[in-house]
């Protein structure tokens, strides 16, 4: 059955540990814009690429890479600072989620408190935007957040999907709901929504089959099953996985 383009969910690959491998060994390989590219070629709708502030995956110059080669369009995650403004704005990417950032974290924990950071962010978000640049936050299902990022004009917010795919059972049930509901308020109030963190081949059918969502960026699980199949196959896989769900 084919997919028409106002139901099909988008991909959005994440290739920060393409970039983790290659920085262990400081070599130029494997190369996270080869990745991407391949990415692209295999269904990908979008590459994600987070540059930190401590540059322990993605590089400045990965980024300058992918900004210029990518033939699809690159979401830049980035923690709400003027050094990750000022290289927004420099490069353009189509789309800049601003995410919660600790030097100690081993990945993003949790959303952002868009809410509490609402005089920060607003200024920031009024430049993205007159950049043509899509922003996106990516915060908890929660109704608070919503409201704060209708209030700060973001036109997209990711949900955090990571404490649904950490739970089971009813729980994980529960969250499911929480995702639901958020995705349909977002939508009742014009945000568009999207969803990631911690989505796998397991976990992922239920979360692409909630219909207000316009996109999933998934990562690390991709990558780390690229090193048994491949990256192409397994980035259609995933995209099967999605399609069948709608």
């Given at each position: 059955?084919?997919?028409?383009?106002?139901?099909r969910?988008?991909?959005?690959?994440n290739?920060?540990?393409v970039?983790t491998?290659r920085?262990a060994?400081?070599?130029g390989?494997p190369?996270?814009?080869?990745?991407?590219?391949?990415?692209?070629?295999?269904?990908?709708?979008?590459?994600?690429?987070?540059l930190?502030?401590d540059?322990r995956?993605?590089?400045?110059?990965?980024n300058?890479?992918?900004?210029?080669?990518?033939?699809?369009?690159?979401n830049?995650?980035?923690a709400?600072?003027?050094?990750?403004?000022?290289?927004a704005?420099r490069?353009?990417?189509?789309?800049?989620?601003?995410?919660?950032e600790?030097?100690?974290?081993?990945t993003?924990e949790?959303?952002l408190?868009?809410?509490?950071?609402?005089?920060?962010l607003?200024p920031?978000i009024?430049e993205?935007?007159g950049?043509?640049i899509r922003?996106?936050?990516f915060?908890?299902?929660d109704?608070?957040?919503?409201?704060?990022?209708l209030?700060?004009?973001a036109?997209?917010?990711?949900?955090?999907t990571?404490?649904y795919?950490?739970l089971?059972?009813?729980?994980?049930?529960?969250?499911?709901?929480?995702?639901?509901?958020?995705?349909?308020?977002?939508?009742?109030?014009?945000?568009e929504?999207?969803?990631?963190?911690?989505?796998t081949?397991d976990?992922?059918?239920p979360?692409?089959?909630?219909?207000?969502?316009?996109?999933?960026n998934i990562?690390?699980?991709?990558?780390?099953?690229?090193i048994?199949?491949g990256l192409?196959?397994?980035?259609?896989?995933?995209?099967?996985l999605?399609d069948?769900?709608?």
């Amino acid at each position: 059955m084919s997919i028409s383009a106002a139901t099909r969910l988008r991909l959005g690959v994440n290739i920060d540990h393409v970039a983790t491998v290659r920085n262990a060994r400081g070599s130029g390989y494997p190369d996270p814009v080869r990745a991407a590219l391949l990415a692209a070629d295999a269904g990908a709708d979008g590459i994600t690429a987070h540059l930190r502030e401590d540059r322990r995956h993605i590089t400045d110059d990965d980024n300058a890479r992918l900004s210029a080669e990518l033939p699809i369009p690159l979401n830049l995650e980035m923690a709400a600072t003027d050094e990750m403004l000022a290289i927004a704005l420099r490069h353009r990417p189509h789309a800049a989620c601003i995410v919660p950032e600790k030097r100690e974290e081993l990945t993003t924990e949790g959303g952002l408190d868009a809410a509490r950071q609402h005089n920060r962010l607003a200024p920031m978000i009024r430049e993205l935007v007159g950049a043509n640049i899509r922003v996106s936050l990516f915060i908890e299902p929660d109704p608070r957040q919503i409201e704060a990022a209708l209030s700060l004009g973001a036109p997209v917010v990711e949900l955090h999907t990571g404490r649904y795919c950490a739970l089971s059972g009813e729980e994980q049930s529960a969250e499911l709901r929480r995702i639901a509901d958020a995705a349909a308020l977002a939508v009742k109030n014009g945000i568009e929504p999207h969803a990631g963190h911690g989505l796998t081949f397991d976990n992922v059918l239920p979360i692409a089959a909630i219909p207000q969502l316009a996109e999933l960026n998934i990562g690390h699980f991709l990558i780390g099953e690229a090193i048994f199949d491949g990256l192409a196959p397994v980035v259609r896989r995933m995209r099967d996985l999605m399609d069948a769900a709608r």
